[in-house]
């Protein structure tokens, strides 16, 4: 398995532009979960995905976020429009059904907006 | 809602030695999951080692062992021999066993990052 991939690795942005990360789960798995990691708050769950349908988004901080899964091997987070305090580390992580509860996570997207 | 507390930010130990980080947790289930992830500073984010609540006996993996207290919802990891890879921050997560909205995600501890002094 290739593992989980995320684009960019880093993003640079300035306040008020869209911000688009990506996000390719393993190949099989049900679940794909969007994350985000701050000093202040550690790690957060913003949404989660079981095969395709977004199941939990109570942690989406605001309107300004929002996450899509058009099919199983794709998913996009986006900031429109970016500030400041969205600067963190964005991860993706995603399990199988049948796994033994454990997900994997990509390797992460830092997130910089000026 | 549960909550997990990881209360050392900062640790270190010696190479070859044995270092022990605390984890506490709060929960009204019975029945759930804890995990320790390591995140070195590649951030990417690995499992260490995994316990079920309703087995007894505690989780090891290699030089990685927990000491699983269900009573006292302490979960700590051991780290044995450590060497100069371990350097990293751990963080403690805990997982419902049950189904249902918001039961597939991880709650995370804060994090502890460990030093490993040559």
């Known amino acids: 398995d290739a593992g989980v991939i995320q684009s960019p690795r880093h993003e640079v942005t300035e306040m008020g532009q869209e911000v688009t990360l990506r996000c390719k789960p393993i190949s099989g798995h049900d679940y794909l979960f969007w994350y985000r990691q701050t000093m202040m708050r550690g790690l957060e769950l913003l949404i989660y995905?079981?095969?395709?349908?977004?199941?939990?988004d109570s942690g989406m901080p605001e309107d300004r976020f929002s996450a899509k899964m058009p099919n199983a091997s794709f998913s996009t987070l986006k900031i429109q429009p970016s500030e400041p305090r969205d600067s963190a580390v964005y991860f993706c992580?995603?399990?199988?059904?049948?796994?033994?509860?454990?997900?994997?996570f990509g390797p992460g997207t830092r997130l910089t907006v000026l | 809602a549960q909550t997990v507390t990881q209360s050392q930010p900062e640790m270190s130990v010696q190479e070859a030695e044995t270092v022990t980080l605390s984890c506490t947790y709060d929960t009204s289930e019975s029945d759930y999951y804890l995990f320790w992830y390591k995140q070195p500073p590649s951030r990417q984010m690995i499992l260490v080692i995994r316990?079920?609540?309703?087995?007894?006996q505690n989780a090891t993996e290699n030089r990685f062992s927990v000491n699983f207290q269900k009573a006292a919802k302490s979960f700590s990891l051991k780290i044995s021999d450590s060497q100069l890879g371990d350097a990293a921050m751990y963080f403690c997560?805990?997982?419902?066993?049950?189904?249902?909205?918001?039961?597939?995600?991880?709650?995370f501890g804060k994090g502890t990052k460990l030093s490993v002094i040559p």
């Open positions: 992580a995603s399990r199988r059904e049948t796994s033994y509860n454990e997900q994997f």
């Open positions: 316990q079920e609540a309703y087995k007894q």
């Open positions: 995905f079981n095969n395709n349908v977004p199941i939990d």
């Open positions: 997560a805990y997982r419902s066993l049950y189904s249902g909205a918001g039961s597939y995600q991880l709650t």
